[in-house]
Structures are given as C-alpha cells and as structure tokens.
C-alpha cells in the first residue's frame, strides 16, 4: 500500500483532468469572503520535477502536461494554468505542482488546509514544502483524518479523495466513507478521483456512489491511450457531491479536448 510514488506518473493526462476541475471548483468557492476548509487523503509530495529520471522514464509529462501547453488547452485567466505559472515562476519551469500545491495558490489566508500521507518519504517532503502557518500535514490515514476533523470550522469547504488504488479493497471502502462523511458534513464537496481501467475494476465503486443518490453530483470521465503497452488504464474520472456552480461546464470543455486526443 506504501510503495506508490507519483512521481512516476505527475503531469500525466489524468493529472491535467483532475486539476484543471479542482482548480475550478476551488476557483469558484473562493468568490466569497467566507473561509473553507479543504482536505486531501492521499496528498503525495506535493511538488515534482518533471526532469527527474522518473518522470523522464515515463514519458508521461510530455504526454500529459506539456503536450496540452503546447495545444493551448488552458489560457492565462484559467485557474489551474494561473496556479501553475505561480509554483513555476517559484520552483523552476519544469516543476509540477501537486493537488495540495496547487490548492494552497488558491486557497487564502482564512482558509484551512489539512493534509495526509502515509508513505514516509513522500509525507517528509510534503511537511517539508508547507510551512505551519499554510497547512496542517499529518502522516495519518487520511480517511480517518477526515473523520476526526468532519464537520470542520469553517463548515464550508472541499475534500480531494486521491488513493493510488493500488489495494482492490480502496474501491469497496469509498462509498460507504463517503456515505458516512456526507451525513456528518453535507455541505461538502466531495470530489473522488479515479483510474478509468480496461478490467473495470473502478465499475462497481461508481455503481455504489450512484445508489447513495447524493445531492449535485457529476460524473466526469475522459478517455487517452495508455501510457505504455499493456498499461491498464485508459482514462481517468471524477466523481463530486455538491458540484460547484461552474463545475460541468469546465468538465464539458475537458470532455471536447480529451476526444479530440482520440
């Protein structure tokens, strides 16, 4: 469960779905004065070096992030391409922010931030990139972070669910946490990112969210060819209770892009 490590796979296509559509959620939530809170379970390093021999072995940042900067997907006024210039202009052109990262260019000083990682290396270089002031990092199962902070003050607010997936049983415990995290903070949002696979392992997940017949939801799935052959995913999801106002138009707009990768 511990040996997953993004750096392998930052920037990739399903990087650029998933935060492009939390940038513009957290873009719109961030409209009024009023503070929120924001929570991730799986936070990762938060910061990646897209020339690091990771990266570069995959191949998957220049077929993700910089394959779309060259298409032009995201102009200058878009809040994922803003926060992104933001990191890049502080850590180097080749920098890749993170979900938390990302968020923490968005997010202001009233806003709360907390953030969970278990794997060791990857929670000291989180802990290490926020100072105290700008985020709460624990190294902390992140579904039972969120339980213990849930209903948060300030009640408004977002939560990012990131998991590698790398344990079958992650797919059968996210609709009965986020069935018992909704009835503790209904307000909420909820967004839940998740690998669109050729053995339909993620089917009976989404299936079960859907039953929970949950206020505003969006299902937004994109599909790309696999990264190397064999590879089994083809695409990358997102669903979200009480979708921000905004939310299916940007997802639309993602969806036109994405087809015409095909």
Same mark, same amino acid.
């Given at each position: 469960?511990?040996?997953?490590?993004?750096?392998?796979?930052?920037?990739?296509?399903?990087?650029?779905?998933?935060?492009?559509?939390?940038?513009?959620?957290? &873009?719109?939530?961030?409209?009024?004065?009023?503070?929120?809170?924001?929570? /991730?379970?799986?936070?990762?390093?938060?910061?990646?070096?897209?020339?690091?021999?990771? &990266?570069?072995?995959?191949?998957?940042?220049?077929?993700?992030?910089?394959?779309?900067?060259?298409?032009?997907?995201?102009?200058?006024?878009?809040?994922?391409?803003?926060?992104?210039?933001?990191?890049?202009?502080?850590?180097?052109?080749?920098?890749?922010?993170?979900?938390?990262?990302?968020?923490?260019?968005?997010?202001?000083?009233?806003?709360?931030?907390?953030?969970?990682?278990?794997?060791?290396?990857?929670? &000291?270089?989180?802990?290490?990139?926020?100072?105290?002031?700008?985020?709460?990092?624990?190294?902390?199962?992140?579904?039972?972070?969120?339980?213990?902070?849930?209903?948060?003050?300030?009640?408004?607010?977002?939560?990012?669910?990131?998991? #590698?997936?790398?344990?079958?049983? /992650?797919?059968? #415990?996210?609709?009965?946490?986020? #069935?018992?995290?909704?009835?503790?903070?209904?307000?909420?949002?909820?967004?839940?990112?998740?690998?669109?696979?050729?053995?339909?392992?993620?089917?009976?997940?989404?299936?079960?969210?859907?039953?929970?017949?949950?206020?505003?939801?969006?299902?937004?799935?994109?599909?790309?060819?696999?990264?190397?052959?064999?590879?089994?995913?083809?695409?990358?999801?997102?669903?979200?209770?009480?979708?921000?106002?905004?939310? /299916?138009? /940007?997802? #639309?707009?993602?969806?036109?892009?994405?087809?015409?990768?095909?």
């Amino acid at each position: 469960m511990l040996s997953y490590q993004h750096i392998y796979h930052a920037g990739n296509l399903a990087d650029v779905q998933k935060h492009a559509l939390l940038c513009q959620m957290l &873009a719109y939530l961030t409209v009024k004065d009023k503070p929120l809170s924001y929570f /991730e379970t799986h936070s990762g390093r938060g910061l990646y070096g897209l020339d690091a021999a990771e &990266a570069v072995k995959t191949g998957e940042a220049k077929a993700g992030i910089d394959a779309v900067a060259d298409l032009g997907w995201f102009d200058a006024a878009h809040p994922y391409e803003q926060a992104l210039q933001t990191v890049r202009d502080q850590h180097g052109p080749r920098s890749y922010p993170g979900s938390p990262l990302l968020a923490r260019q968005l997010l202001r000083d009233q806003d709360r931030m907390s953030l969970a990682e278990l794997h060791p290396q990857e929670h &000291a270089a989180l802990d290490d990139l926020f100072p105290r002031r700008q985020a709460n990092v624990v190294k902390q199962d992140g579904y039972q972070m969120v339980m213990e902070r849930t209903p948060p003050e300030p009640r408004r607010g977002l939560l990012l669910i990131d998991p #590698a997936y790398e344990v079958k049983s /992650e797919y059968d #415990a996210i609709p009965s946490f986020v #069935a018992k995290l909704h009835r503790k903070w209904n307000v909420g949002v909820i967004a839940i990112w998740y690998p669109v696979l050729t053995t339909g392992a993620h089917k009976p997940m989404l299936k079960a969210l859907e039953a929970l017949d949950l206020p505003k939801v969006l299902r937004h799935e994109v599909s790309f060819g696999p990264a190397r052959q064999g590879h089994r995913m083809v695409g990358s999801g997102m669903f979200v209770v009480n979708t921000p106002f905004g939310t /299916e138009k /940007e997802a #639309a707009r993602l969806s036109s892009l994405y087809n015409k990768l095909s």
